[in-house]
T-cell receptor, first 112, second 115 residues
């Protein structure tokens, strides 16, 4: 089983729609969770951290379910500019602290 | 704000050639990383460094070498390039060891093709 798994999509949604992505992770000892956004042919950038109690940043809501080992990202009122690939990221312990395990990403296309 | 700067942005190599991807950051971050991203795949960690003079292998280090003589610079060396090394390479840095903020600052990437 891969460490971080995501549905690759693509998710095609109209502007204004609500869309949700899920991600599962295999290492129950993982402690920190994040969503990154990657635009086409660009570098990834941190979108938001995912906290145990769930957290919201404007139109974006992230949830964590430790028992089932999954993370979700909800985008409300989708904008054309939300079109990108969303990477689920989970920390993994390493010799010198932590490293990040990246999922393959879920592609979102928001259409007019 | 330069952030993380990588060069070159594009390069085509012949099998067996060698080259160095340069990476420099001006944020005084101790932690630096090299990732590769193949089409439709997640980022894979090649090497990382927790400070000047200290480097360690990541998930896919074979065929690569790194050095960290200064806080700012973290070059990645490809020896005897192979087609399997065709990829997009990202250099990144972070303020901490990622356990808290999880924020990596990435360079714009270097697209390498080995023919």
């Amino acid at each position: 089983r891969k460490e971080v798994e995501q549905d690759p999509g693509p998710f095609n949604v109209p502007e204004g729609a609500t869309v949700a992505f899920n991600c599962t992770y295999s290492n129950s000892a993982s402690q920190s969770f994040f969503w990154y956004r990657q635009d086409c042919r660009k570098e990834p950038k941190l979108l938001m951290s995912v906290y145990s109690s769930g957290n919201e940043d404007g139109r974006f809501t992230a949830q964590l379910n430790r028992a089932s080992q999954y993370i979700s990202l909800l985008i409300r009122d989708s904008k054309l500019s939300d079109s990108a690939t969303y990477l689920c990221v989970v920390t993994a312990s390493s010799n010198s602290g932590y490293a990040l395990n990246f999922g393959k990403g879920t592609s979102l296309l928001v259409t007019p | 704000n330069a952030g993380v700067t990588q060069t070159p942005k594009f390069r085509i190599l012949k099998i067996g050639q060698s080259m160095t991807l340069q990476c420099t950051q001006d944020m005084n971050h101790n932690y630096m990383y090299w990732y590769r991203q193949d089409p439709g795949m997640g980022l894979k960690l090649i090497y990382y460094s927790v400070g000047a003079g200290i480097t360690d292998k990541g998930e896919v280090p074979n065929g690569y070498n790194v050095s960290r003589s200064t806080t700012e610079d973290f070059p990645l060396r490809l020896e005897l390039a192979a087609p399997s090394q065709t990829s997009v390479y990202f250099c990144a840095s972070s303020y901490d060891g990622l356990s808290v903020t999880g924020e990596l600052f990435f360079g714009e990437g270097s697209r390498l093709t080995v023919l």
